[in-house]
């Protein structure tokens, strides 16, 4: 079945259906479950999102599906998407217009450091970065369920990634490329508090006003259309596609 869009959707397609393949690529996907959404331009509750039962590396701009935020499908290409995304994208993208796009992932470093009370670290270099950055969700379950959307608004506020506690992670951007990278940093974070926890000797603590500034100084480099954030969502890009010829 084939299904017309706008030229600056069918972009944005390409583009999301690279940040899918770099998360297969990078062994941060879960085969065949978790999210990545993006608002669909001109449409405030409509946004993309994959079709369920395609593994990561498998979608294709045309395969994506189109839903509003309560899940209802917006055009039928022949798939169908997955429940368990709607209770979480959909309120965000309902509620949050600053927000286009959405990745919920739990990797294994992730998903270990938010088993844990303390949570993310804020001593190491990209702990630093997301000072301020997140908010906490006690883990109710599958996310299947509408009355828990409330709860998980509430828990996001104004912050920039959900910490999904016992369970993974959701990281919001203004666009695909900020949002990859704020992926790439919480996962880079929890790695490494991983290593540095598991070692002895005492954990360097950062001074307050250095994570503050580290936070700040990470916004602003990587914010806009010619920042950081692009220019590493593009090379990721290239090297995924030299790396599978």
Known sequence: MTTTVRADEAALRRELTDFYHL???FGWD???F???SLRVPGEVHGYLVNPFGLAYEEITPE??????TDGNLLEDNGYKANPAGFALH???HANRPDVNCVAHAH???VSAVVNKAQGFSHDTFYGAQLTGRIGYHDFEGITLYPEEKGRMLESLGQ??????RNHGV?????????TFMLLWTVERAAQIQLLAQSMQDEQIPLAPIIREKCAADARRITGGSNGAARMVFDAAVRRMRRAQG
Request: glycine share 6%; aromatic share 2%.
């Open 107 to 109: 990797t294994l470093a």
């Open 23 to 25: 998360v297969a690529w």
């Open 90 to 92: 959909g309120v965000i």
């Open 159 to 164: 912050h920039d990634v959900l910490a999904l």
């Open 170 to 178: 959701a990281v919001c951007g203004p666009d695909i490329a900020s």
């Open 63 to 68: 395969s994506l599906v189109k839903v509003d």
């Open 34 to 36: 978790n999210h990545i």
């Open 30 to 32: 879960e085969i065949i």
